[in-house]
């Protein structure tokens, strides 16, 4: 099992800046994958950054090179840093995880998917 906690969400002002950080705990070293969705009111989840175990990260084509994810595997933490915050960006943000399954002291590779409670962003104009 793995635990995830996000915070560093809050209200910005438009242009502004944030860091969200989500550290993981429980069995995190079965976690490859971790990244970040968010959800705004009355839209689908969408994913807005991943980043694997070797530091290679995907971003979904709206981050338009404003965000920046990033891995602290001594830290088992994941951050996201946005900058030039739009209106649009106004969403809870959640962090995800793809672990192993911890089996006898071992990771086995049955994957599952691990999701923290969000934490919102409000950008005001």
């Known amino acids: 099992q793995v635990q995830l906690a996000e915070s560093g969400g809050g209200l910005v002002q438009a242009g502004g800046s944030l860091t969200l950080s989500c550290a993981a705990s429980?069995?995190?070293?079965?976690?490859?994958?971790m990244g970040w969705y968010r959800q705004a009111p009355g839209k689908e989840r969408e994913l807005v950054a991943h980043?694997?175990?070797?530091?290679?990260?995907y971003y979904a084509d709206f981050v338009k090179g404003r965000f920046t994810i990033s891995r602290d595997n001594a830290e088992n933490t994941v951050y996201l840093q946005i900058a030039s915050l739009e209106f649009e960006d106004t969403a809870t943000y959640y962090c995800?995880?793809?672990?192993?399954?911890?089996?006898?002291?071992?990771?086995?590779?049955?994957?599952?998917?691990?999701w923290g409670q969000g934490t919102q962003v409000t950008v005001s104009s």
């Open positions: 429980g069995d995190t070293v079965c976690i490859t994958d």
């Open positions: 980043i694997n175990s070797g530091d290679s990260a």
């Open positions: 995800h995880a793809l672990a192993d399954t911890m089996v006898q002291g071992m990771c086995a590779p049955i994957r599952n998917d691990y």
